[in-house]
């Protein structure tokens, strides 16, 4: 496997809807706004193939619609590629491009995804995704995600005393960073209080703990060593991947031992049953990958930013103990101490992440590799407008994707020269 | 004089939520012939008010939600019944839900834990308001009386 280098992104801004523009014209103003970055230096014609990611047949009413995208951005007749898994869809997008590159088939790919949620209310767009849970034996019963969530976090809860201000103290952080990113969908300066008083949706998650359904797309384009040159003056280079997967059903989940990262000791977990219903055993199984390659030993001190899935405010917190960022437990305190907020001592989710930029699904782990990479190039302030949000001397950071009930989870990192 | 050949005029017109960008209502609707294949002698279970799961064979591992293959040595599974009282691993009370429950809510859902199996199932709990449910709490599955030949036909109520 060879280098490869992220040379460019693009994002169209997420929106509850897009009332003027379909899937094919959101992907094309993200595609443009990407070549755009690179000054008119690479064209389509540069590009080999493309990996274009959206989960949904159901909200497009339109099967087959990558084929739709590759004829508008003006790909054809190059070779294209769907990948989708449910919210990881975007991260394992990334990951394929990643994979088109490295192994020598093309020189440059464009990673593209997104998702027109707008189409259907909001009830039918539960359900749809609902769908991608057990339609024999969970979805029936009324199983949808934010029960589905709802019941791991209930669980965490009991095992290791979480408490629902937690979460909040998670959706505020959240919220607030997005006040400042002209791409997400809600600007919302919370107060834990406004967190604590919205409405039950699944208890204990309220309104604000969950993530909002959006229109939106993403475009991220990766070179290898020589195209990078070529193309891109700042390049932020690809060096650690991961992945993992686990049961469709949580409730099939095993109760064994932690899988340890480089930072911990089988001690420290050894009345621990795992993953359990609360704790995402493929995001570990994708930490653990991705930090052997990249040389990771521990994620606090080796890494400078994080964008992570925060569908729900709880799994924002779960999923600082799968990334090995507090032993698994900790997550409430790790968030009460305030190390993830942009001040802390590890940023997570400064763009406002998927709790306020709103999940377009296909779009929403490419808009993530978007984002860090300016975090990485320190391009912020110029594609935000402003530079409230840019993590200082940020050098090495990781992106996060995740699916289901942490059916598939993807993590990415990526390093700046 | 011959005339043109034309399409018949329609007689009901199209539903428009807004006319620039121009919105219509596109409608979408299926009926499967869906089967549970395989995993039928579960829903047959129900049916006699009997709660199926299934365990290896070889490995020994016992699934609460049945499968008839083993998740770790691959090996066939058979099928038991589930003790007759359960207890509460998680749960959680529904104020939204997918469009086809909406009628439901406020739902309660239960994840089951049983004495000596390995994973654990997915329910309703039914009869207990949200203040007195609790982890570890005893429930038992009741049945309906007339089958939906659906996971529907079991749900649980305290012991």
């Not at chain 1, 070549?35 to 909200?59: E, M, Q, R, V, W």
């Not at chain 1, 990262?261 to 493929?282: C, I, M, N, Q, T």
């Amino acid at each position: 496997m060879r280098p490869v280098y992220l040379i460019s992104g693009g994002i169209t801004k997420f929106a509850k809807a897009h009332a003027a523009k379909d899937f094919r014209l959101m992907v094309k103003e993200a595609f443009d706004y990407a070549l755009n970055d690179l000054s008119g230096k690479l064209t389509p014609a540069d590009i080999d193939g493309s990996i274009i990611s959206y989960f949904s047949d159901h909200f497009t009413y339109q099967l087959k619609a990558g084929a739709m995208v590759q004829d508008f951005v003006g790909l054809c007749p190059k070779p294209h590629v769907r990948i989708e898994g449910g919210g990881a869809t975007g991260g394992l997008c990334f990951q394929q491009a990643w994979e088109s590159v490295a192994s020598g088939r093309y020189e440059v790919a464009a990673a593209m995804g997104f998702e027109t949620m707008s189409h259907v209310e909001t009830a039918k767009g539960n359900e749809f995704i609902a769908l991608a849970s057990d339609t024999n034996f969970d979805f029936p019963v009324g199983g949808y995600y934010n029960g589905y969530y709802a019941m791991m976090v209930v669980r965490h809860m009991h095992e290791f005393g979480t408490t629902e201000e937690q979460l909040a103290r998670i959706a505020v952080k959240n919220h607030n960073n997005a006040c400042h990113n002209p791409y997400a969908q809600e600007h919302l300066a919370l107060t834990l209080e406004d967190v604590m008083r919205s409405e039950y949706i699944a208890w204990p998650l309220k309104r604000h703990d969950i993530c909002v359904m959006s229109d939106g797309a993403a475009v991220c384009l990766l070179a290898s060593e020589k195209a990078a040159e070529k193309f891109c003056a700042n390049p932020v280079r690809i060096t650690g991947l991961g992945a993992g997967s686990d049961c469709m059903r949580f409730a099939d989940r095993p109760h064994a031992k932690v899988p340890l990262l480089p930072h911990e000791k089988e001690a420290d977990y050894k009345d621990l049953k795992y993953p359990g219903v609360h704790s995402f055993r493929a995001g570990r199984s994708a930490a653990i990958a991705a930090y052997k390659m990249a040389g990771v030993q521990n994620p606090l001190d080796d890494l400078d930013v994080i964008e992570l899935h925060d569908a729900y405010s709880s799994s924002e917190l779960q999923t600082y103990e799968d990334l090995g960022l507090c032993k698994y437990g900790e997550g409430g305190r790790f968030i009460d101490n305030g190390h993830s907020t942009l001040t802390g001592k590890l940023p997570v989710n400064p763009s406002g992440g998927l709790l306020a930029c709103g999940h377009p699904v296909g779009a929403t782990g490419l808009m993530q590799a978007v984002t860090m990479f300016w975090q990485l190039q320190g391009s912020i302030p110029k594609h935000f407008g402003n530079d409230k949000l840019q993590v200082k001397n940020a050098k090495r950071g990781l992106i996060h994707s995740h699916a289901g009930t942490g059916t598939y989870v993807t993590v990415t990192i990526l390093q700046a020269p | 004089m011959p005339t043109e050949p034309r399409l018949p005029e329609i007689e009901r017109g199209t539903e428009v939520f807004a006319v620039d960008p121009l919105t219509v209502r596109a409608h979408f609707e299926v009926d499967y012939v869906h089967s549970y294949k395989q995993d039928t002698p579960f829903f047959h279970g129900l049916a006699k008010r009997q709660l199926l799961g299934s365990h290896c064979a070889k490995c020994h591992y016992k699934f609460a939600t049945p499968r008839v293959r083993c998740m770790y040595c691959g090996g066939e599974t058979e099928w038991f019944e589930l003790p007759a009282e359960g207890r509460v691993h998680s749960w959680t009370v529904c104020y939204f839900a997918a469009q086809e429950f909406l009628k439901d809510v406020p739902f309660t859902l239960v994840l089951v834990e049983f004495e000596g199996v390995d994973t654990l199932f997915l329910s309703r709990l039914v009869g207990v308001e949200r203040a007195d449910v609790r982890i570890g709490m005893k429930i038992k599955p009741k049945f309906r009386r007339k089958a939906t030949w659906s996971v529907r036909d079991v749900y649980f109520v305290r012991t």
